[in-house]
């Protein structure tokens, strides 16, 4: 793939280390900050463009017009809004971009561009569930009403020992695995849960307090 990155800051560092971990791709990075370019360069086999991404010549230097996609990773979403619309005007079919502001997101939309959240809310958001919930490991949201979330069974917990069936799981909520002693379950409701066991969650976004203090007993 020959893939377009603008901004060299983490995301567009370790974006970059991904893509070529993962295949033979042509990575070029846009980025104003020489220092950045020159860590990229120095650093991975892409090609680091010390330029500004909404100038026309500078995309026309990267050759965007061959990319199978472009990506902003700038925390400005003028930037990433203006880069993005001149490289669908140059004929760029796949666009991706971090978003910063939610009310960014009507603009993006518009323009057909792929949103992923910014880091910095991803992990305001798990820090605040982490501290709601702190008997939950991980969280995942699935689209708008839903997550999916991992949680153990401790060690004196009165789940332990009960079927699934019996346990009284919300509604809107369902067990998809458990991990026991370095196995993967996929369970039924006549399965029991006992210590020890990480039970993956999906629930409704409106059950997850509910089932987050079942576990707690």
């Known amino acids: 793939m020959y893939i377009v990155i603008v901004g060299a800051g983490g995301i567009g560092k370790r974006l970059t280390e991904l893509a070529l971990k993962d295949g033979n791709h042509n990575i070029i990075v846009i980025d104003k900050d020489q220092a950045s370019c020159e860590e990229i360069a120095r650093k991975y086999d892409a090609i680091a463009i010390n330029a500004d991404a909404t100038q026309e010549e500078t995309l026309d230097e990267s050759e965007v017009k061959k990319a199978d996609v472009l990506v902003t990773t700038t925390n400005d979403d003028a930037i990433n809004l203006m880069v993005c619309s001149l490289a669908k005007n140059k ?3 796949h666009l991706v971009s971090v978003v910063n502001q939610d009310e960014s997101k009507p603009m993006y939309m518009e323009k057909g561009v792929k949103m992923i959240k910014s880091p910095n809310v991803v992990m305001a958001e798990h820090l605040y569930k982490s501290i709601k919930h702190p008997n939950v490991e ?10 999916i979330f991992r949680i153990p069974i401790s060690l004196n917990s009165n789940l332990s020992g ?9 509604k809107k909520v369902l067990i998809v695995a458990i991990e026991r002693d370095h196995k993967f379950i996929i369970p039924t409701e ?6 020890g066991d990480k039970v993956t969650i999906l629930a409704h976004k409106d059950q997850v307090d509910k ?3 079942l576990f707690s007993e």
């Open 190 to 195: 006549d399965v029991e849960l006992f210590s």
């Open 162 to 170: 009960k079927t699934i069936k019996k346990i009284g799981l919300p």
């Open 91 to 93: 004929g760029v079919k």
């Open 211 to 213: 089932v987050a203090s």
């Open 138 to 147: 991980e969280y995942m949201n699935v689209g708008h009403y839903a997550e």
